[in-house]
Nanobody, 119 residues
């Protein structure tokens, strides 16, 4: 089992910045990939960015050049630096971890942190 706890959400004006953090605990040595997803009211949960255990990153097109995902393996934490925020970035942001040890992969989710961008 892996436990994920997000922090860093809040209310910010358009053009501002926020830094989200995700703290992982439990069987963190099984984590092969982590990522951030977001879900706006009435919409599905969508990918924002992912980072592999080796540091390879992937971003959703609308956040490229504005958001930066990073990972501190020694501290078992992941961050999402969000710059030049837009009202359409408003959503609940969820931390995700994919684990694999000796069998199939497993998905773990945090409870989410609210990000609200005012215009």
């Amino acid at each position: 089992q892996v436990q994920l706890v997000e922090s860093g959400g809040g209310l910010v004006q358009a053009g501002g910045s926020l830094r989200l953090s995700c703290a992982a605990s439990g069987r963190v040595y099984e984590i092969v990939s982590m990522g951030w997803y977001r879900q706006a009211p009435g919409k599905q949960r969508d990918l924002v960015a992912t980072i592999s255990s080796g540091g390879s990153t992937n971003y959703e097109d609308s956040v490229k050049g504005r958001f930066t995902i990073s990972r501190d393996n020694a501290k078992n934490t992941m961050h999402l630096q969000m710059n030049r925020l837009k009202p359409e970035d408003t959503a609940v942001y969820f931390c995700n971890a994919i684990t694999q040890w000796s069998g199939p992969t497993a998905d773990y989710w945090g409870r989410g942190t609210q990000v609200t961008v005012s215009s």
